[in-house]
């Protein structure tokens, strides 16, 4: 389930565990990738630049890199990170996103909520791309965090 509109993307998932632990899964930068599929260096905190590479089997040459902006315990987590609209361009000389994904109580487990905005900003020519490939890049990574939650300790 999710709602859009030309500058962002919602999504939007019930998942069957404790706020605490979707919360550890978000933000330990190991259980981070091992869910959405990236090895990172470093330790999520605000203002920390982490770097590392996509581990999706095919992506293995993307880099991924991300500059943490917010963390809230246990409820907001942000980040904002580079797409690749130019792929001769480092990732510091591409247009960024923001991340932002909240962590709500709700009977029978969390609501977690990923928006990822800043869409408009992209360059016509790749904005369409960039924005299809992040819809359907978030249900699989919802999924993939539900996925994760039901098989982790």
Do not use: C
């Not at 990170?81 to 009977?107: M, Y």
């Not at 408009?120 to 020519?125: E, K, M, R």
Request: hydrophobic share 35%; aromatic share 10%; net charge negative.
């Amino acid at each position: 389930m999710g709602t859009t509109n030309t500058d962002r993307i919602e999504k939007k998932t019930l998942l069957r565990a404790p706020r605490s632990r979707v919360w550890r899964a978000l933000t330990n930068a190991e259980e981070f990738g091992n869910w959405f599929g990236v090895r990172l260096s470093g330790e999520f905190a605000p203002g920390a630049r982490l770097k590392g590479k996509v581990t999706h089997p095919g992506y293995e040459h993307v880099p991924f890199e991300i500059t943490v902006e917010r963390m809230e315990p246990e409820r907001l987590f942000s980040w904002r990170g580079p797409l690749t609209v130019k792929p001769d361009e480092p990732p510091s000389a591409q247009p960024t996103t923001l991340v932002v994904f909240e962590l709500e109580e709700v009977p029978g487990g969390t609501q977690l909520t990923v928006t990822e905005s800043g869409f408009d900003q992209i360059p016509l020519s790749h904005r369409t791309e960039a924005y299809r490939g992040n819809e359907q890049g978030w249900a699989i990574q919802m999924e993939a965090i539900g996925r994760y939650l039901g098989h982790a300790a």
